[in-house]
Nanobody
Framework: QVQLVESGGGLVQPGGSLRLSCAAS????????MSWYRQAPGKERELVATISTAGTISTYADFVKGRFTISRDNAKNTVYLQMNSLKPEDTGVYIC????????WGQGTQVPVSS
């Protein structure tokens, strides 16, 4: 049974930091690229960042470049998203996703950014 379980979300003030984790099981984690998406209230889901299988290549949406860092630990079957200099517009549900087919999704973790 495939599972992607996100954690690390929570209320944070503007300018603050959070580190999200996504623990994977049920598939060969090191064989798949992984992505983080987010969905803000009333908006469509958008891609935030993607990392290659070995973690050597990562790409970012323009709106998080220089502030967020995606990483992975294949020994722990976990992908991370380090978020710094958070802004209110970063508020949303952050969801991890397996790249490619079948493209499993996690359930997401809430990140409200507010003072």
């Amino acid at each position: 049974q495939v599972q992607l379980v996100e954690s690390g979300g929570g209320l944070v003030q503007p300018g603050g930091s959070l580190r999200l984790s996504c623990a994977a099981s049920g598939f060969t984690f090191s064989s798949y690229g992984m992505s983080w998406y987010r969905q803000a209230p009333g908006k469509e889901r958008e891609l935030v960042a993607t990392i290659s299988t070995a973690g050597t290549i990562s790409t970012y949406a323009d709106f998080v470049k220089g502030r967020f860092t995606i990483s992975r630990d294949n020994a722990k079957n976990t992908v991370y998203l380090q978020m710094n200099s958070l802004k209110p517009e970063d508020t949303g549900v952050y969801i991890c996703k397996q790249v490619g087919v079948p493209g499993y999704w996690g359930q997401g973790t809430q990140v409200p950014v507010s003072s």
